[in-house]
């Protein structure tokens, strides 16, 4: 640990509201598979079971295990559809590093929101670096929580949205085991399985998740995958105390590690070609990869009295590296070596040919000829090793207590979090040509000419967070601080030697201290037994950067809503209103743009108001058959408040969109179950967005309407079969046009599968 750690911080830690559920969704699975039998304590979660996300005073959802088993999700883009508020970027078409976005915050690398497993900070470097480049494997993912408005302020660093915490499989209660195999489109093939138990006092679990695909997606003049091979294991011990003992304690302890190659690319189509066909790739991206792999370890100790309090402690430690060697753009006339080349953007140049304009003395016509694979000059195309090593680590605690005072009853908690983070960038940029529609390489770089830098993060943060239950009644005010400290170290990367750290090759550095206090109240009024009213306010903050002369991203956010629940149907209608006093741009890769990784720029005053509008309800036929439905809508307007210049933001007027937040989104499901059988069905529409505040011409994606269909077949106890088409229509948009061009979303896909319980 970092020197700056005190001893007594290793009894310190911030955790949002921990419960421990007595069980995640027991009707999920049948008695022998998953998620049927749990322990007293298991996966640490925001808020314990799915019912209590309806008691939270502030926006809460939860998507279980039996959401997730309906459609056999294994993404979390087609998990977070059904959840209000929340939007998504498409950018690969399998979610492997989703762009997500709640209430309109920025979707880019969802660094935005606080992202969390088990209730463990989970993005690479969450301060230093927020963009999660590194995502979990969500087919080994139990549920989904997301968390917004004032009960929010529990999580950090990022509060303007909210939270998504994903949970870990549970450890059973006696020995079982499960088995899941499944094969479908692209020669796409997974495997999960796990098996746990032990005895009263010691449990287990040992997990495994196998995912391999070709890829949907074909590379002009080669016949090479497009797709993905992604291994993840985990493990987890449990050690508890008499059940009966005054003072009840356990121990866990998590062991996860997972590794990914996958042939996914930043460069899309121009609009004409993805008209022609949405699925092609350019030869040009024919080498780009990324490679990545991600290990955790995490020690929680657990405390409980007999008289209602807790305490809860954890130390953590995320170790993830990355190699996106990827195309980064083209020296149309040509290039030396590295050091010399003039990068101009693909994005430019597929904006160039969309709009039959030159560039850089090249005609659009040259230009597209170029993508199609016509020979270029020596060194005029580079591809860039985006090599980056990351940490992220920390110690936390959160106490709870249960307090009555005459009709007055308290569930009271409060945390405190050490955490500290890293992102070490050294990359390389190697010059290549086209001859004869293939890549041919001139001049290998030197590791660290594409970038040589390091950034840190250190933060304390606390909180309290009262809920308040009195007569019908439930107030949670809440208050949250964060102390962050940000560095940031430069070297020289046109040296004889890049990579050099001496001091003879310092460029510059960079420190910014922050100090925010996040203050928060919301309200629950019962009007009768089955109508709520909600409403809160609080104050948003975003994780820093450490660019000069950009301001915190902050802003207040409201919301008001009614909950309505008979034993047949639930209701929520939920108005939110976000006011940036400052919405941030953080320049990346991924951006699409010309401007320097990591620079930051001002968006100004930004306003969101929005409607969030769930609804189920269980229809019952003659036959037997139960028809479970669900209807989630969402409707957001982001608008720019001010009229400025940007090279992030390019020419902004007042009334302009904020990109990439839709207007209208979509999702319903229907459901057939009798006895062994059941059938889900449901669409998906979501509107189009402006990809840049001016929402001109080819700066639009495409509305779509996505339909998934699946059918279950349980043959005993034990075993289960099951079939899903996703994307049944088979319609093709253009879902995104960043980083470099239009892009695609996942065709139509077959799926079959097998489950064994034992």
């Avoid at 090479?224 to 985990?234: C, H, I, Q, S, V």
């Avoid at 008209?275 to 990869?289: K, P, T």
């Avoid at 660290?448 to 950034?455: F, K, L």
């Amino acid at each position: 640990m970092h020197d700056r750690i005190p001893a007594v911080a290793f009894l310190l830690l911030t955790l949002p509201l921990q419960a421990y559920a007595d069980c995640h969704d027991p009707e999920a699975l049948a008695s022998t598979m998953p998620g049927t039998e749990c322990a007293r304590l298991e996966t640490m979660t925001i808020f314990g079971q799915a019912e209590t996300a309806r008691d939270v005073a502030g926006g809460a959802s939860v998507v279980t295990a039996m959401d997730l088993e309906e459609l056999e999700i294994t993404d979390v883009v087609r998990a977070l559809r059904r959840v209000p508020g929340v939007s998504l970027q498409i950018e690969d078409g399998w979610a492997l590093r989703p762009n997500i976005s709640i209430r309109g915050t920025a979707t880019e690398r969802s660094s935005r929101v606080t992202l969390m497993e088990d209730s463990i900070l989970i993005a690479p470097a969450p301060y230093a670096a927020s963009s999660a480049y590194y995502f979990p494997t969500f087919g080994r993912i139990h549920s989904v929580e997301v968390l917004k408005g004032p009960a929010a302020i529990t999580q950090g660093p990022s509060t303007v949205g909210g939270a998504i915490n994903m949970t870990s499989t549970p450890i059973p209660d006696s020995n079982r085991g499960y088995l899941q195999g499944e094969y479908g489109s692209n020669n796409t093939w997974r495997v999960h399985g796990w098996y746990g138990g032990g005895s009263e006092r010691a449990r287990f679990l040992v997990e495994t998740h196998q995912w391999r695909s070709d890829g949907y997606q074909t590379i002009d003049r080669s016949s090479a995958d497009t797709g993905l091979d992604k291994r993840d294991y985990l493990a987890r011990l449990s050690f508890s105390s008499d059940p009966a003992s005054t003072i009840y304690q356990q121990l866990d302890i998590k062991l996860q590690y997972s590794e990914e190659e996958s042939q996914q690319s930043y460069l899309g189509l121009t609009d004409a070609d993805f008209s022609n066909n949405g699925l092609r790739r350019y030869g040009a991206s024919l080498f780009d990869e990324m490679q990545n792999d991600h290990d955790q370890v995490v020690l929680t100790w657990r405390l409980e009295t007999q008289t209602g309090s807790g305490l809860t402690v954890s130390a953590y430690n995320n170790d993830t590296s990355r190699a996106w060697y990827k195309t980064e753009g083209i020296d149309l006339d040509g290039s030396e070596n590295p050091q010399s080349f003039r990068r101009t953007s693909w994005s430019k140049v597929i904006s160039a040919v969309n709009r039959g304009e030159s560039l850089d003395g090249a005609s659009a016509g040259e230009l597209q000829a170029i993508l199609d694979g016509a020979d270029t000059p020596e060194g005029s195309i580079q591809l860039r090793n985006n090599s980056r090593e990351y940490y992220s680590r920390g110690i936390q605690l959160v106490f709870d207590s249960s307090i009555r005072a005459g009709s007055v009853f308290h569930e009271l908690q409060a945390g405190l979090r050490y955490h500290e983070d890293q992102e070490d960038r050294l990359q390389r940029n190697d010059n290549y040509q086209q001859l004869d529609g293939q890549l041919v390489l001139n001049e290998p770089g030197l590791e660290g000419n594409a970038g040589n830098r390091v950034q840190d993060a250190n933060a304390w943060a606390a909180y309290i967070y009262d809920r308040i239950e009195w007569d019908h009644w439930v107030l949670t005010p809440g208050l949250r601080y964060e102390n962050i400290e940000l560095s940031r170290v430069r070297w020289n990367t046109n040296s004889e030697d890049p990579s050099s750290r001496d001091p003879d090759n310092f460029r510059d550095s960079r420190e910014n201290n922050f100090d925010i206090w996040l203050p928060g109240i919301g309200a629950l009024y019962q009007l009768n037994s089955s109508l709520r009213l909600v409403a809160g306010v609080h104050r948003g903050f975003a994780t820093p950067t450490n660019a000069p002369g950009v301001d915190p991203e902050e802003s207040v956010n409201y919301e008001l809503g009614l909950r309505h629940d008979t034993s047949r149907s639930s209701l929520e209608a939920m108005f939110f209103f976000n006011d940036y006093e400052n919405l941030v741009g953080v320049c990346t890769n991924s951006s699409g743009g010309d401007c320097e990784p990591g620079d930051a720029f001002n968006g100004d005053a930004v306003h969101i108001p929005g409607l969030e509008l769930t609804f189920s309800y269980l229809f019952d036929t003659e036959s037997g058959w139960e028809l479970p439905f669900q209807l989630v809508y969402t409707w957001m307007n982001a608008e720019f408040q001010s009229s400025f210049v940007s090279d992030y933001f390019g020419q902004v007027n007042k009334g302009d969109p904020v990109p990439y937040v839709p207007e209208n989104q979509l999702w319903a499901s229907l459901g057939l179950e009798k006895n062994a059988w059941s059938f889900y069905f449901s669409a998906n529409y979501v509107g189009s967005v402006c990809t840049e505040a001016s929402c001109g011409a080819f700066e639009k994606t495409e509305s779509a309407t996505i339909f998934d269909l699946s059918a279950h077949y349980r043959i005993n106890d034990r075993w289960r079969l099951y079939a899903l088409v996703e994307n049944l229509s088979d319609e093709i948009y253009v879902a995104a046009r960043d980083p470099y061009g239009a892009r695609p979303n996942k065709p139509r896909t077959f799926l079959a599968g097998i489950k064994f319980g034992f």
